[in-house]
């Protein structure tokens, strides 16, 4: 089933700048073979929800694995069934 | 990976009332072997992240074959190394 | 207008704990005048919307103050026209 | 203080289509006098904080009063203290 994503990873107890964590985020996201936009807030993606959740997982795992003691993940996930879920067709 | 996670599903279009679907997002948690909590603005649920994201695609799936056209789900996920999360820990 | 809520107060930078932070949040909360639900994944209030936003203001400023730097608070609002929101009449 | 957000509301009951309101949304935080960048799952604004949640306020009256019975909106607000948050500051 295809899906459109909102993703932001927040980690906690890293200090007050995030950004490396961020970056690791996008990189991760840029090599996931969704199709992927940031923005401000998060990053929205687009693509199979199955490969969109194995990708938080990853996400999950990878930033652990560099460091971060505690993350909270905050997503967005949508899907439809009276035509396919693009980022593109949510723009105005 | 053990987690802890807040899950809302959101039905677009079924009508003002989402109370069908809210009830059939809890019997799918409940029925999960996951951890569960309902509450007034979703429900929060404790197990394996590998399995709450299979839930979560679930819910997605069963919602839609029961009629819903449209769904965004709005979901929290929490990890952490330092030690094992729990609901009960998460409460003061 | 009357609304539900739920506030989820996430500080950055003061450590891998925020449970002081928390506990603050919710006596905020609590003596604000609004209905008040502590859940594992944040609080869920009943009242004016106007002064939800109210107290939404007084946390970020009262938690900066306490010597939080940095929050992102991640809220759900909710209103109808067709009856009066509650979170008694949100649960199952 | 200043503030960066995410703004997305959901009207529940309107149909699968909320298209005309996502552009009323737009329309209003438009002539907010806040910073506005639309993106695929919300509108991210920065300015005073008391503005942002002041123009959310006028979000959930002015929808509702163009016929949408049930709104949920999901909001996401930073602020900090060592430094002025921007939303030019939160790109990469």
Known sequence: MQATAEIQMVPIGVG????????????????????VETHASGTNVEGELRRILRVI???HEMLHAQG?????????????????????GKRL
Chains 1, 2, 3, 4 share one sequence.
């Not at 007050?16 to 199709?35: A, F, Q, T």
């Not at 997503?75 to 069934?81: F, G, P, V």
């Open 16 to 35: 007050v700048s995030v950004r490396n964590e961020v970056r690791r985020v996008v990189e991760i996201l840029n090599s996931s073979g969704l199709i």
């Open 57 to 59: 997982e990853d996400l």
């Open 68 to 88: 971060s003691m505690r993350l909270i993940s905050f997503i967005k996930l949508e899907t439809r069934t009276d035509k396919t879920p693009t980022l593109a």
